[in-house]
């Protein structure tokens, strides 16, 4: 059953769209709009615009964009009735009765249950004679009972069917344990336990809700560590373990280590700043969910191959998010929770403050690969160094680590200077050319960034997106605006906005491009938030109504004409016929 249209405007109007941004972006009003960095792609400089008076966001890097339900649709990954739901909640208001338990709202609450039950059970085999094997592994690892009942950790049985059976008995059937990712059917059509004969770290999200579980293995089967997969609740690049518990911390800085077994050791020993990635490498979404709740991230990865190019790849990721990195290198220890088995958690509180900026991280990375006695080697040194500060913004930063990088291969330091300028000078040009050959013409700038909504005759689309601005800038304008049809549009999506427009209108609701969200998808209301954050006055806004309407219907007719007529002449008798009706 659909959401009535006036419990979405009631919605719209109760949760203000500055207000919602506010809790997952840092803004600043800058003139008449609100600006931040884009919580959907990495940047360095704010190109997210959020605008209190048409109630819309749009960023002109990545081109997402739409109203409050749309970026909580995005931001939480949630289908629209669901963001709807969280909406409805933040702002006090009760659903529809109709709605409660409707739809996709229904399945998604059934899951969250499901896997709350599947955690109480993993949880209370601890204490069944059959996990020995698990509460020793726990034990070895030095866990202690406070540690293992905060964090909620199990044990599956080496069993086909345990989880099954015990969740059969709670009334959930087969086929939901196989949407929550808790069961696996082969290709003989047998249903059977995901999880067995491991120990198991339910996966909690940052409203406290078990989305979904990470299991290791007690012996040399593999994987060694297996992991839900993605379902409707539980997304493993939008999700950190243990965040619902470090988002609470007082220190202002993430811990980012490599397992959960290094996150919870941190956690045990004080440090509840620590957060683990999913099964996964670090993600675009992983770093701006971090980028809510500390200003500084310090990666704890293993010191190994692998976790040296994690964590170069995953400083690529957060340079750009403004979030200050750092890189902690433990000593004497494969990794965190191993370094503060041996040496406790003063030592390791000393080696956070001893953990280097991702600047001097990068330039020893580099360094350890050339042998800096041989000339040729030590070239190649000094070109790829070269390269690694000429991307820094701040000049001070080129002088300080240029130096410290031709001071480490004993070259000249001014003219270490003088190459990384020359190759910064090399990046700028490059990527200003880049940028000239993606705005060739004025007819390139005004096509839509979504290929799909190509515009085939531009002239006529950029009137009807006056058209959509006057309408929702100015409602009584719809009355005149009815002049136009659906299908006098070029653009089908632009048609498509329109008529919905004028439906509303029809039926005397509010014009608000922010109550569409329902009706286009995504890429769609990011276009048309992309059209509404271009200017346009309404000092004279019946007269450029008229131009536009009177610009869309000639080229109309120039589209409809097929016997060679003069558009003027043609358009004209098109009017003509229209006022004799």
């Given at each position: 059953?659909p959401?009535?249209?006036?419990?979405?405007?009631?919605?719209?109007?109760?949760?203000?769209?500055v207000?919602?941004?506010?809790?997952y972006?840092?803004?600043?009003?800058?003139g008449?709009?609100y600006?931040?960095?884009?919580?959907?792609?990495?940047?360095?400089?704010?190109?997210?615009?959020?605008?209190?008076?048409k109630?819309?966001?749009?960023?002109?890097?990545?081109?997402?964009?739409?109203?409050?339900?749309?970026?909580?649709?995005?931001?939480?990954?949630?289908a629209?009735?669901?963001a709807?739901?969280?909406?409805?909640?933040?702002?006090?208001?009760?659903?529809?009765?109709?709605?409660?338990?409707?739809?996709?709202?229904?399945?998604r609450?059934?899951?969250?249950?499901?896997?709350?039950e599947?955690?109480?059970?993993?949880?209370?085999n601890?204490?069944?004679?059959?996990?020995?094997?698990?509460?020793?592994?726990?034990?070895?690892?030095?866990?202690?009972?406070?540690?293992?009942?905060?964090?909620?950790?199990?044990?599956?049985?080496d069993?086909?069917?345990?989880?099954?059976?015990?969740?059969?008995?709670?009334?959930?059937?087969?086929?939901?344990?196989?949407?929550?990712?808790l069961?696996?059917?082969?290709?003989?059509?047998?249903?059977?336990?995901?999880f067995?004969?491991?120990?198991?770290?339910?996966?909690?999200?940052?409203?406290?809700?078990v989305?979904?579980?990470?299991?290791?293995?007690?012996?040399?089967s593999?994987?060694?560590?297996?992991?839900?997969?993605?379902?409707?609740?539980?997304?493993?690049?939008?999700?950190l373990?243990a965040?619902n518990?470090?988002?609470?911390?007082?220190?202002?800085?993430?811990?980012?280590?490599?397992?959960?077994?290094d996150?919870?050791?941190l956690?045990?020993?004080?440090?509840?700043?620590?957060?683990?990635?999913?099964?996964?490498?670090?993600?675009?979404?992983?770093?701006?969910?971090?980028?809510?709740?500390?200003?500084?991230v310090?990666?704890?990865?293993?010191?190994?191959?692998?976790g040296?190019?994690?964590?170069?790849?995953a400083?690529r990721?957060?340079?750009?998010?403004?979030?200050?990195?750092?890189?902690?290198q433990?000593?004497?220890?494969?990794?965190p929770?191993?370094?503060?088995?041996?040496?406790?958690?003063e030592?390791?509180?000393?080696?956070?403050?001893?953990?280097?900026?991702?600047?001097?991280?990068?330039?020893?990375?580099?360094?350890?690969?050339?042998?800096?006695?041989?000339?040729?080697?030590?070239?190649?040194?000094?070109?790829?160094a070269?390269?690694?500060?000429?991307?820094?913004?701040?000049?001070?930063?080129?002088?300080v680590?240029?130096?410290?990088?031709a001071?480490?291969?004993?070259?000249d330091?001014?003219?270490?200077m003088?190459?990384?300028?020359?190759?910064?000078?090399?990046?700028?040009?490059?990527?200003?050319?880049?940028?000239?050959?993606?705005?060739?013409?004025?007819?390139?700038q005004?096509?839509?960034?979504?290929?799909?909504?190509?515009?085939?005759?531009?002239?006529?689309?950029?009137?009807?997106?006056g058209?959509?601005?006057?309408?929702?800038?100015?409602?009584?304008?719809?009355r005149?605006?009815e002049?136009?049809?659906?299908?006098?549009?070029?653009s089908?999506?632009?048609?498509k906005?329109?008529?919905?427009?004028?439906?509303?209108?029809?039926?005397?609701?509010e014009?608000?491009?922010?109550?569409?969200?329902?009706?286009?998808?995504?890429?769609e209301m990011?276009?048309?938030?992309?059209?509404?954050?271009?200017?346009?006055?309404?000092?004279?806004?019946?007269?450029?109504?008229?131009?536009?309407?009177?610009k869309?219907?000639?080229?109309?007719?120039?589209?409809a004409?097929?016997?060679?007529?003069?558009?003027?002449?043609a358009?004209r008798?098109k009017?003509a016929?229209e006022?004799?009706?």
């Open positions: 059953m959401i009535p249209d006036s419990f979405i405007d009631e919605l719209v109007a109760r949760n203000d769209i207000d919602t941004v506010s809790s972006v840092a803004l600043t009003k800058k008449s709009n600006w931040g960095l884009c919580p959907f792609h990495n940047e360095k400089t704010p190109s997210f615009s959020v605008s209190a008076s109630q819309i966001y749009h960023c002109f890097g990545c081109g997402k964009g739409g109203g409050v339900i749309s970026f909580v649709m995005e931001q939480e990954n949630l629209f009735p669901d709807v739901r969280l909406l409805a909640q933040r702002a006090g208001l009760e659903m529809p009765e109709e709605l409660q338990n409707a739809g996709d709202g229904k399945r609450e059934r899951l969250l249950q499901l896997n709350r599947a955690a109480r059970y993993f949880h209370a601890l204490s069944q004679p059959e996990a020995r094997a698990g509460v020793d592994y726990l034990n070895h690892r030095g866990l202690s009972r406070r540690t293992v009942t905060n964090f909620g950790l199990g044990y599956a049985p069993s086909w069917d345990g989880l099954i059976s015990a969740m059969s008995a709670r009334g959930y059937t087969k086929g939901d344990l196989l949407e929550g990712g069961a696996v059917k082969n290709s003989s059509g047998r249903i059977y336990d995901r067995r004969g491991r120990v198991m770290f339910p996966i909690i999200d940052i409203r406290g809700n989305i979904g579980f990470g299991g290791r293995v007690l012996d040399d593999t994987p060694k560590y297996l992991n839900s997969p993605d379902t409707p609740v539980y997304n493993k690049s939008r999700n373990f965040l518990i470090a988002k609470k911390s007082k220190r202002g800085q993430m811990i980012l280590t490599e397992g959960y077994m996150t919870i050791s956690h045990q020993a004080g440090f509840d700043c620590a957060v683990a990635s999913l099964g996964t490498s670090l993600t675009q979404e992983h770093a701006q969910l971090l980028s809510r709740y500390a200003k500084e310090i990666i704890a990865y293993d010191g190994d191959g692998a040296v190019n994690a964590a170069q790849r400083i990721i957060f340079e750009k998010t403004g979030l200050q990195v750092k890189i902690l433990v000593q004497g220890a494969k990794d929770d191993e370094f503060i088995k041996k040496y406790g958690p030592a390791f509180e000393r080696l956070l403050t001893q953990s280097e900026n991702h600047i001097e991280y990068r330039l020893l990375q580099v360094q350890k690969k050339y042998n800096l006695e041989e000339d040729s080697q030590k070239v190649a040194y000094l070109k790829e070269a390269g690694l500060v000429a991307g820094l913004t701040s000049p001070v930063e080129r002088e680590y240029g130096r410290k990088a001071q480490a291969a004993r070259f330091a001014a003219a270490m003088q190459e990384v300028e020359r190759t910064r000078k090399s990046q700028t040009w490059k990527a200003r050319k880049q940028e000239e050959r993606r705005e060739l013409t004025p007819a390139v005004s096509q839509p960034k979504n290929r799909a909504f190509k515009y085939e005759n531009v002239s006529s689309a950029l009137a009807e997106e058209v959509l601005r006057l309408v929702l800038l100015d409602p009584t304008l719809a005149k605006a002049a136009l049809k659906q299908e006098d549009f070029s089908p999506l632009l048609g906005i329109f008529g919905l427009l004028l439906q509303r209108w029809r039926e005397g609701k014009l608000q491009a922010a109550a569409l969200a329902g009706a286009l998808e995504p890429e990011s276009h048309l938030a992309s059209i509404l954050q271009k200017p346009e006055s309404l000092a004279n806004g019946e007269q450029a109504l008229s131009d536009y309407i009177r869309i219907q000639m080229e109309q007719v120039k589209r004409n097929a016997n060679g007529l003069d558009p003027l002449l358009y008798e009017k016929m006022d004799r009706k």
